[in-house]
């Protein structure tokens, strides 16, 4: 019944989504790079602060060996090295130097002030967060506008800090800049052993790098992302951590569009991701545009959502989203849900006066709590290995993006996306011990796409019957083609998308923000659903056939069904039978009527007919196995021919009774079919 108001919403009601980061147009590396070593010789430059008893207590407590030295480095320091980060990468002059950073709190002074002069009057355009989104040259020029640190165009370079762990150097940026460290059009640049923190954006930003090495870095308490690296290529993150941020802790986004075109079957990733821990953030690991993305043997908890990959956001080169694979990661228990420091306020304050440290999240974009792996508009991507257990709410998610909300409108790209995702041989509902930790469901799918399979020990689905992937990549049992998701799931994701944290705006009718019972989409929905066909349908039952015995039984199962949809809503029982039941009986009370209705009006008992069938094609979509080569779901089908059979059942009901027809329709025969003439 929802079928039409959900496919002009889709049309019309979203628009273009606003971009979560925006950044000057940019195109990928020609991928000639390589993935830098690491070098271990004598540092070129050294950075420390004169503070030498905070130093002396810094290295205290560092074994005996790398506390030597340290102060062996501190000593040549004081003589000839840098007070501050920036001066030191001012001073490479040539590819392949190394900068090593001794201990200490390095908050970049001089790189702090608001700009002036010609720095302060650029024109550029602006993003929907307020920012200016600068080009190359304006960064060049004014490197300070937006970054404590700005490496700009150095090759090879090599930052490490030389304490016993990251946070021994930390480079804070006081909530005063967008980002801490920013490396653009900088290959083979290698970061490795420090902290950076507190911005009103990202901490560690690379941009535009044809190879790149994140190696034992912490990033916390920023306004969206911890790590951010964007249309680069031969990039590795290794062992590294990120929490406290109010998007995603990881961001491979834009990630250089290798395999574009290809199947499973791909030479290399662009990216790396292993070894990490990525926690207590809107999302641990994010990537608009994730194209060829890599992450194994990484921890994923305590978020909103343990990891996402989609085609949602314009302005990202690589659209849309392909080619992720995702091995051997621990994704469990992410259940935050941070929403309620936007609804009391406490996000709309200036961002050091939020309490990030103390464990405030603003979460930024739109997810659904309680979620262990989100694919929003995603194709070949591969899931294999992974525990995933201890949600909420789902531990994978998969749903369909249309081309336009990323500003694309060519008709033959609206369905290119929710494809060929596979799921497959990974452990659900148990940690590595073997210890229960169940997810509430194990799949939450809208039902759109082709050659998308899951493995078939999955403990409740939505829709309740999944295709099953076969042991070799591309082999498909009880696949779909559809190109339009679930009504009622698409009605869903629309309502909940709907969010502004500047707003302060967080969507009515969306559970992911705590609507509950009638107060969800779906509930009212189905309540909707139920009342109109409650009505029409008795209305249609005492006029013309109320005498009839097997109609009347058929209509109290009908009644039942829209019960069971409704409850089965209300109490989200939506992954088990009830639904595949409540359709069940619709269908009969549909075949039943239409049988009875065939003989005095057979255009309209035909149709009443054709509605019950649909329905009970429903029923065996949702409980037993999907029905394939269908472009459009049996929910559509019966939805927008449910809209024709109620106008025509209310006619049908409101036209005057002849007294000799209703007679007849008062006295079925021994079958309990309508004699000729019972029904108009």
């Known amino acids: 019944m929802t079928a039409l108001a959900v496919a002009a919403a889709l049309l019309l009601g979203t628009a273009t989504a606003a971009p979560a980061h925006e950044e000057r147009e940019v195109t990928f590396p020609d991928g000639t790079g390589s993935v830098p070593e690491y070098r271990d010789g004598p540092p070129d430059l050294l950075v420390c602060k004169d503070d030498s008893g905070d130093f002396q207590r810094r290295v205290a407590r560092f074994p005996d060996a790398l506390r030597a030295h340290n102060l062996r480095l501190y000593e040549r320091c004081l003589r000839d090295g840098y007070r501050h980060i920036q001066q030191a990468v001012d001073a490479v002059d040539r590819p392949g130097m190394t900068i090593a950073v001794l201990p200490g709190r390095y908050e970049e002074e001089p790189s702090q002030p608001e700009p002036a002069g010609e720095c302060a009057r650029l024109k550029a355009p602006r993003a929907a967060q307020g920012y200016q989104v600068l080009s190359y040259a304006q960064q060049k020029q004014c490197p300070h506008n937006q970054n404590l640190v700005a490496i700009l165009g150095k090759r090879d370079l090599q930052i490490e800090g030389t304490g016993a762990g990251p946070l021994d150097v930390v480079v804070d940026a006081g909530y005063r800049k967008l980002n801490a460290v920013r490396a653009d059009g900088s290959d083979g640049v290698y970061f490795r052993n420090f902290t950076a923190q507190r911005t009103t954006f990202n901490a560690l930003y690379v941009l535009a790098v044809d190879g790149f090495v994140i190696d034992k870095v912490l990033t916390r308490w920023n306004d969206e992302y911890g790590f951010l690296t964007f249309a680069s290529d031969h990039g590795l993150y290794r062992d590294c951590e990120s929490y406290g941020n109010g998007d995603s802790g990881i961001y491979p986004g834009s990630a250089s569009d290798i395999n574009d075109g290809r199947g499973y079957d791909v030479p290399r990733y662009s990216i790396e991701i292993t070894g990490c821990r990525s926690h207590h953030n809107l999302l641990g690991y994010s990537g608009t545009a994730g194209d060829s993305v890599w992450a194994h043997d990484n921890e994923f908890d305590h978020n909103m959502a343990g990891a996402s990959m989609d085609s949602v956001f314009p302005g990202h080169p690589g659209l849309p989203q392909n080619h992720a694979r995702f091995e051997r990661n621990l994704i469990h228990s992410n259940n935050q849900n941070y929403y309620r420091y936007v609804v009391d306020g406490t996000c709309a304050k200036p961002p ?329």
């Open 352 to 680: 050091a006066e939020r309490g990030y440290e103390r464990g405030v999240v603003c979460p930024q974009t739109s997810v659904p709590p309680g979620t262990g792996v989100m694919v929003a508009g995603g194709n070949w991507n591969v899931f294999e290995g992974n525990w995933v257990y201890g949600h909420q709410r789902a531990a994978f998610h998969l749903n369909a993006v249309p081309a336009y909300i990323r500003g694309d409108e060519s008709w033959s790209r609206q369905t290119d996306t929710s494809h060929h995702n596979r799921f497959h041989a990974n452990k659900l509902g148990t940690d590595r011990d073997g210890k229960a930790a169940p997810n509430r469901v194990d799949v939450w799918w809208d039902g759109q796409g082709e050659g998308n399979c899951w493995q078939d020990d999955t403990s409740g689905s939505t829709p309740r019957t999944l295709p099953v992937c076969g042991e070799e990549p591309g082999a498909v049992s009880g696949g779909s083609h559809r190109i339009l998701g679930e009504p009622v799931k698409l009605a869903q994701l629309i309502v909940c998308s709907d969010y502004s944290v500047g707003a302060r705006r967080l969507p009515a009718g969306c559970d992911w923000y705590g609507a509950r019972g009638i107060e969800r989409v779906e509930v009212q929905t189905a309540l909707a659903i139920a009342g109109v066909l409650a009505l029409v349908g008795g209305l249609l039952w005492w006029r013309r056939l109320r005498g009839n015995r097997w109609v009347a039984a058929a209509t109290a199962l009908g009644a039942a069904g829209l019960v069971l949809d409704v409850a089965g809503e209300t109490l989200s029982l939506s992954t088990g039978l009830v639904p595949a039941l409540a359709l069940l009986l619709l269908g009969i009370w549909w075949t039943a009527t239409g049988l009875a209705l065939r003989t005095g009006s057979p255009a309209f008992g035909w149709t009443t007919v054709a509605m019950g069938l649909l329905t009970l094609v429903d029923a065996f979509d949702q409980a037993v196995v999907m029905v394939p080569w269908t472009p459009l779901g049996p929910a559509w089908l019966r939805g927008l021919l449910g809209l024709v059979w109620v106008v025509w059942a209310v006619v049908a009901a409101a036209r005057p009774v002849d007294a000799s027809r209703s007679a007849a329709t008062n006295d079925p025969d021994a079958t309990g079919a309508v004699r000729p003439g019972a029904a108009s």
